[in-house]
């Protein structure tokens, strides 16, 4: 037979053990987590945002281009760092950067014709690299660009022109592998005999065949050119018309970024306007001639755009992902930072170039990520949330200690819900008293 089971209207208090349990385990999970976290977001969020609020950074960007990338073994401060809390003075990337103020904002209008061309460079990090200890350069044939070993192949995308290079070194054979397994520099292979090339010598990129015939506007843009029919230029601020087809030449610029649509292209930040004949584009070009027309033979216009020289701020500025140069979220963030930002042109490929921010009271130092506003948002959401759940836990906990009674049956209940002397009186009933025990324990007359 199974326990008989009592009506609930029987019991003294009904049973509250497991909500007030399991409320209790709640809060006190609760405070522990939010305990933690206002210790870890001091470090994460509060020091980062106080810095970053009495920084002075104005947080209208300006321009910078990556002028070199240096790889320190032992450095004081380094671009990006993967985890605030264990930052050391450990190997890093530290990346020097041109800063200037933004160029103007153009629109080129009625245009046709137009035309775009991507040259593309060597990709460092997905290029197949022939390694010489593996006995992979015994059949090299080419222009290599090799690092302690390790040969590239850019032939294709670049073509160097030298005059002198050292004597030969003999990549294939039994000793190949021995032979090349420290070169370094820039060689000209044929089947595993390699030369190293002697500064000076000259590597422009494989980019031909940009379509030039009947085009009167040329803008590039990094590693891209557009070319376009247009009627006339204005700055998109002014409005003032900067360029007409009138004038019978091609109107270059370098802009940031450019937005093409069915007949006029946006441009953002262009500097170094110039204006170049007609008779000196043909119907197709290359890259490189194109590139020297712009610096070298083109007539300075600055009412197009101003020259970069006449916005520089520094000449060389420390480049940092943020205040702190670091990032928290474990996620490799500072891995494509340093592969998008830390491009230095040394590679053939175009500088990097990107939005940034200074305070123009320290100019020696920039960083990529600056938004007041987001910060404020990230301060007032890690202030609050963590601290309204600390609060509210601990006072659960209190009200739980002065509230929560525990009977003689282990079971936990409100203090409020009946009185204390009920429950021990109740718990009390049926239970024999001293005159009622048998033996010699009763009324003393009966006992005797």
């Not at 947080?59 to 380094?78: F, I, L, Q, S, Y």
Request: charged share 20%.
């Amino acid at each position: 037979m199974g326990k008989k089971k009592v009506p609930s209207e029987e019991l003294i208090v009904p049973p509250q053990d497991t909500r007030i349990c399991g409320t209790i385990c709640i809060c006190q999970m609760t405070l522990v987590l939010s305990s933690v976290a206002l210790v870890y977001l001091t470090v994460a969020i509060y020091m980062p945002s106080t810095r970053a609020f009495k920084s002075g950074i104005d947080p209208t960007p300006v321009m910078c281009t990556t002028t070199r990338a240096v790889n320190k073994d032992n450095c004081e401060w380094g671009s990006c760092g993967e985890w605030c809390l264990s930052k050391t003075s450990g190997a890093c990337i530290q990346i020097y950067v041109n800063l200037r103020s933004n160029g103007s904002n153009l629109i080129f209008q009625n245009c046709t014709n137009s035309a775009n061309k991507t040259c593309y460079g060597i990709d460092q990090d997905r290029a197949d690299k022939a390694r010489c200890i593996n006995d992979e350069c015994k059949n090299l044939t080419g222009t290599f660009n090799c690092t302690a070993g390790q040969c590239l192949n850019i032939t294709d995308a670049f073509e160097c022109v030298f005059h002198n290079s050292d004597a030969p070194v003999k990549c294939s054979g039994r000793r190949g592998k021995i032979n090349c397994m420290d070169i370094s520099g820039l060689f000209s292979c044929s089947r595993g005999t390699c030369r190293k090339i002697r500064t000076p010598y000259n590597c422009d990129r494989r980019c031909v065949d940009i379509p030039t015939r009947n085009k009167n506007v040329v803008v590039l843009s990094g590693d891209k050119v557009y070319l376009s029919q247009c009627q006339n230029a204005i700055n998109a601020e002014t409005l003032e018309e900067v360029w007409n087809e009138s004038n019978d030449n091609v109107a270059m610029t370098s802009c940031y970024f450019i937005k093409n649509t069915s007949d006029r292209v946006d441009a953002v930040d262009c500097i170094n306007g110039s204006t170049l004949e007609h008779n000196m584009l043909s119907d197709l070009t290359n890259f490189t001639y194109l590139s020297h027309l712009h610096v070298s033979v083109a007539t300075p216009v600055p009412e197009i755009a101003p020259p970069d020289v006449d916005l520089t701020i520094s000449n060389e500025s420390k480049l940092m992902i943020n205040l702190e140069g670091c990032v928290n979220t474990l996620m490799d963030e500072c891995k494509e930072f340093l592969k998008d930002f830390g491009r230095d042109g040394s590679d053939h490929n175009a500088r990097a170039r990107f939005p940034c921010f200074y305070s123009p009271g320290k100019k020696d130092v920039v960083v990529a990520r600056f938004d007041l506003e987001v910060t404020y948002r990230q301060f007032v959401f890690a202030s609050v949330v963590p601290s309204v759940l600390f609060v509210v836990s601990c006072s659960v906990l209190l009200l739980c200690q002065r509230t929560v009674y525990v009977g003689d049956d282990a079971k936990m209940r409100f203090k409020g819900c009946v009185d204390t002397e009920t429950i021990l009186n109740k718990n009390n009933v049926g239970a024999p008293t001293n005159g009622d025990m048998g033996g010699g324990g009763g009324d003393e007359v009966m006992a005797l």
